[in-house]
């Protein structure tokens, strides 16, 4: 089975300061792993996808992320918040065959608040 | 430009009616997903199709049903059956091959009154 933890249901940062959210994951077959952000009642938007090729990946509004297998761990980093990225973030994992194709797994969601 | 719609954004459904969600993609993506959004649990797929008039339950159908009579629509009909239908509900459809990831509607709020 597979599995996706986000570590903290709440993080909370000053403008300007580092963002770490934190991401591990459970596979038994290599994986697929995405960012969505969510805005208040609004869907979720992609922002940046693990998908076997380069092992640290860039993605929008500055975010980054780098997959380390040995960690099995996708943490998604921002070298300097601003006040536009508070918001709900979820860690996203497929499981890239069998049965479950195309299907995602959904961590619990990070959200992110941001203050001046 | 190309996009999933969700309609309508705001849903009230009386105790014992069936109410159906809309959802439309011009994406030409050949998968679509609906989830349930609650607070604190993350999103937990309901049911997927992955090809016109084929779908799949997920992990929580129960209550609900879907058709997939056009690639390009997906309703979600929840029934009196589900006990406990107060939430959000998100529509994505993604291509086959899930590596571009999924493409998600705005969303519809379903209230009980």
């Known amino acids: 089975a597979q599995s996706v933890t986000q570590l903290g249901s709440h993080v909370s940062v000053s403008e300007g300061a580092l963002v770490l959210l934190r991401c591990n994951y459970s596979?038994?077959?290599?994986?697929?792993l995405f960012w969505y952000v969510q805005y208040p009642n609004q869907g979720l938007q992609l922002l940046l996808k693990?998908?076997?090729?380069?092992?640290l990946v860039k993605g929008i509004n500055g975010f980054e992320a780098e997959f380390k297998k040995s960690e099995t761990s996708f943490h998604l980093t921002k070298p300097s918040a601003h006040m536009s990225d508070a918001a709900e973030y979820f860690c996203?994992?497929?499981?890239?065959?069998?049965?479950?194709?195309?299907?995602?797994?959904f961590g619990q969601g990070t959200i992110l608040t941001v203050h001046p | 430009d190309g996009g999933i719609t969700q309609s309508p954004k705001y849903l009230f459904r009386k105790e014992g009616q069936n109410v159906t969600l809309s959802c439309e993609q011009n994406l030409n993506h050949d998968a679509m997903y609906w989830y349930r959004q609650d607070p604190g649990q993350g999103l937990r797929l309901i049911y997927y199709?992955?090809?016109?008039?084929?779908?799949q339950k997920g992990d929580i159908a129960e209550g609900y049903s879907v058709s997939r009579e056009k690639k390009e629509s997906f309703p979600l009909t929840v029934t009196s059956a589900q006990k406990n239908p107060t939430a959000f509900y998100l529509c994505?459809?993604?291509?086959?091959?899930?590596?571009?990831?999924?493409?998600f509607g705005s969303g519809t709020r379903l209230t009980v009154v």
């Open positions: 994505a459809s993604s291509k086959v091959d899930i590596r571009d990831g999924y493409t």
């Open positions: 996203v994992l497929s499981n890239a065959g069998g049965t479950s194709y195309g299907k995602l797994t």
């Open positions: 596979s038994s077959v290599p994986p697929y």
């Open positions: 693990y998908t076997s090729a380069a092992t």
């Open positions: 199709s992955q090809i016109v008039n084929d779908f």
